[in-house]
């Protein structure tokens, strides 16, 4: 191509570039802004970060600063932009990272940071912060390069990460569905994490959703800091009293890696910085409790037969069959589907003919535990005998309930239905009728026939203190005390020897955690196996070698494991399956089954190798 045709050419595209980036400038900005920590010591630095994310160009963009003067002093800034034009739309974002010292002991607001574009004025939302006396002077002058100090975060774990209990509505009728979240909020990295107990919800039906594979994350802006979020469990509870009801804490263990902050000397102590190289503790997190307050349903319009089914619900029946003979059983279905407590439900007893023999139904139910609600549907099967030849009606089969959207009683019905009875080629036996079912399965019974079977008889001149049975008895009572000595020998110790306890019970709480991780590889739940496979072996080579529960990491069990004396070649093996698990819990959550399997083994002969030797 001709160098002049280019010449002339690229400077109207470029003009027409500025001219595009000068337009798409007008458009919406989106201001954010964030604290390293919201709770600081005096004379310790602490960093606000403004980041200012449009459509158009920057520079131009000079953000307001605060006048912190109250309780700060300013120490320097630096900024950076990101520049990005992706299938014809232009993105670009600023980031300014403002350095301060706190100089006030107190609580203060940091206002909103003002950014003017074409006349309009977007800013970012206030944030607190609490600034503490100081427990160690910190150095506050700026390095003689004239860069900034290195920002510094909270090193409390409390600050940094916290479960909180969600729920979707705090005043609802009894019966109806209240979905309970534990979400967690951490600023840090979360390697591993368990529920440390099971609530007692009293007053509540629970119904815990199943979650596949591991939670999802999203970033949530906290009082100006950026927390990383995930629902850890979902729970629906169905309150079966009214008043004031709570929802008691849950508990969860959090393995938590913190960073190690190494004081800088070259320029290789930022690479020892990374989480990779910091330490691992575990902190236990709990929840509030969550108070509701449980409405009575209302008494207007409430039907006779109303048993207490709240939600919505749709209802089928059928017969296998209209044209019968007599004493050929009939079955009746009726099936109860929609969103509520299913388990709860119950159906009022349908009407049948007199003639008609009636056995108890057969009740099977269906829960849907996977979707944004608890759905199913529960199935009644009634074994219908026609005594007497005829025609006869089924009454409409009628079942009441309380719908939550409109907020009223609403009853399904289903027709009549008819049932014709011809005369059979079956007989029963005439002393059945007018009976009971349970007077006829006496029938035969209530005559004893003579014996015709051979009886035992005994020599004469037999003495029972000359058997062995008269010894064995005779013996008992001392073998029962000293078996009781023993006992109470072995209860003491395990009273007053803990590494002595853990050890006799390291066996029973492996097992326990393995037949857990096989429910969950045959559920397919890879995260759930891995993640009991490893607690199965980190827990009871701790409990083998009288290891802290804090100290259940896996470089600490090696250290003990090598201590004791145990082979290379086993410890190895006990760290290579460790990592594994590891690796498929987090980085990879989708394992065959034939890997599950083979890891379930190598478990299981680690344990059995590891009691022999400790």
């Known amino acids: 191509m001709n160098s002049k045709f280019i010449q002339k050419i690229i400077p109207p595209i470029f003009i027409l570039l500025i001219a595009m980036a000068g337009l798409l400038s007008a458009a919406e900005l989106q201001v954010t802004a964030t604290i390293n920590s919201n709770r600081?010591?005096?004379?310790?630095?602490?960093?606000?970060?403004?980041?200012?994310?449009?459509?158009?160009?920057?520079?131009?963009?000079?953000?307001e600063l605060p006048n912190l003067d109250e309780f700060a002093a300013y120490t320097g800034s630096n900024q950076s932009s990101n520049f990005q034009f992706i299938n014809g739309k232009m993105?670009?974002?600023?980031?300014?990272?403002?350095?301060?010292?706190?100089?006030?002991?107190?609580?203060?607001?940091?206002?909103?940071?003002?950014?003017?574009?074409?006349?309009?004025?977007?800013?970012?939302?206030?944030?607190?912060?609490?600034?503490?006396?100081?427990?160690?002077?910190?150095?506050?002058?700026?390095?003689?390069?004239?860069?900034?100090?290195?920002?510094?975060?909270?090193?409390?774990?409390?600050?940094?990460?916290?479960?909180?209990?969600?729920?979707?509505?705090?005043?609802?009728?009894?019966?109806?569905?209240?979905?309970?979240?534990?979400?967690?909020?951490?600023?840090?990295?979360?390697?591993?994490?368990?529920?440390?107990n099971k609530p007692n919800y009293g007053d509540f039906w629970s119904e815990e959703?199943?979650?596949?594979?591991?939670?999802?994350?999203?970033?949530?802006?906290?009082?100006?800091?950026?927390?990383?979020?995930?629902?850890?469990?979902?729970?629906?509870?169905?309150?079966?009293?009214?008043?004031?009801?709570?929802?008691?804490?849950?508990?969860?263990?959090?393995?938590?890696?913190?960073?190690?902050r190494r004081a800088r000397r070259d320029i290789f102590d930022s690479f020892f910085d990374d989480p990779f190289f910091g330490r691992t503790v575990n902190h236990i997190l709990k929840s509030?409790?969550?108070?509701?307050?449980?409405?009575?349903?209302?008494?207007?319009?409430?039907?006779?037969?109303?048993?207490?089914?709240?939600?919505?619900?749709?209802?089928?029946?059928?017969?296998?069959?209209?044209?019968?003979?007599?004493?050929?059983?009939?079955?009746?279905?009726?099936?109860?589907?929609?969103?509520?407590?299913?388990?709860?439900?119950?159906?009022?007893?349908?009407?049948?003919?007199?003639?008609?023999?009636?056995?108890?139904?057969?009740?099977?139910?269906?829960?849907?535990?996977?979707g944004a609600s608890i759905k199913g549907r529960k199935t009644y099967e009634y074994l219908l005998v026609p005594r007497e030849q005829g025609q006869f009606r089924i009454d409409p089969i009628t079942f009441s309930y309380f719908d939550l959207n409109e907020k009223r009683y609403k009853t399904l019905s289903r027709g009549a239905m008819d049932i014709i009875v011809e005369k059979g080629d079956k007989r029963v036996s005439s002393p059945a009728r007018g009976l009971s079912k349970s007077e006829v399965k006496l029938l035969g019974k209530d005559i004893r026939y003579i014996s015709l079977e051979n009886e035992t008889f005994e020599p004469v001149g037999e003495k029972f203190y000359n058997s062995l049975l008269f010894w064995f008895l005779l013996s008992g009572p001392i073998l029962v005390f000293m078996s009781g000595i023993f006992y109470r020998q072995h209860q003491e110790k395990l009273g007053t020897n803990i590494a002595y306890a853990r050890s006799r019970k390291a066996?029973?709480?492996?097992?326990?955690?393995?037949?857990?991780?096989?429910?969950?590889?045959?559920?397919?739940?890879?995260?759930?196996?891995?993640?009991?496979?490893?607690?199965?072996?980190?827990?009871?080579?701790?409990?083998?070698?009288?290891?802290?529960e804090s100290a259940l990491v896996r470089d600490e069990l090696i250290k003990a494991l090598r201590f004791r004396g145990i082979e290379d070649e086993l410890v190895q093996s006990f760290d290579s399956v460790l990592q594994e698990c590891d690796f498929r819990r987090f980085a990879m959550p989708d394992a065959p089954e034939t890997a599950m399997e083979t890891a379930y083994e190598n478990v299981n002969t680690l344990i059995v190798s590891l009691e022999k030797k400790l």
Request: charged letters at 25%; hydrophobic letters at 35%.
């Open 209 to 260: 959703f199943q979650s596949k594979g591991s939670p999802q994350t999203s970033e949530k802006i906290i009082n100006g800091r950026r927390f990383l979020t995930a629902t850890l469990k979902k729970v629906v509870l169905f309150p079966t009293s009214t008043g004031k009801k709570s929802i008691p804490p849950q508990e969860v263990e959090a393995a938590v890696r913190m960073r190690e």
């Open 507 to 548: 066996q029973k709480m492996a097992n326990r955690q393995l037949k857990t991780a096989h429910t969950a590889m045959k559920a397919g739940d890879v995260t759930l196996f891995y993640s009991e496979l490893a607690r199965a072996l980190t827990a009871f080579a701790g409990n083998k070698l009288n290891v802290q």
């Open 91 to 196: 993105s670009t974002s600023k980031t300014i990272t403002y350095y301060y010292i706190a100089r006030k002991i107190g609580s203060f607001t940091i206002p909103p940071i003002p950014v003017k574009l074409k006349g309009e004025t977007f800013a970012s939302k206030p944030i607190n912060i609490e600034i503490t006396k100081s427990t160690q002077p910190q150095p506050s002058q700026r390095s003689n390069t004239g860069r900034a100090p290195q920002q510094q975060a909270s090193t409390d774990v409390k600050d940094n990460i916290y479960l909180k209990t969600i729920v979707d509505k705090k005043k609802v009728f009894v019966g109806e569905p209240v979905t309970v979240s534990y979400v967690i909020y951490t600023a840090l990295q979360v390697t591993n994490y368990s529920f440390r």
């Open 40 to 63: 600081v010591a005096v004379d310790e630095q602490f960093t606000i970060t403004l980041q200012v994310v449009g459509g158009g160009m920057m520079n131009s963009i000079e953000p």
């Open 288 to 370: 509030d409790e969550v108070e509701l307050e449980i409405l009575p349903l209302p008494t207007a319009g409430r039907p006779r037969d109303f048993s207490g089914s709240v939600g919505r619900f749709s209802m089928t029946t059928s017969v296998d069959q209209n044209t019968v003979k007599t004493n050929d059983a009939i079955t009746l279905k009726i099936v109860i589907a929609g969103e509520g407590n299913i388990r709860t439900m119950s159906l009022p007893k349908p009407k049948f003919p007199d003639s008609f023999e009636v056995y108890d139904p057969k009740i099977s139910e269906k829960i849907d535990r996977s």
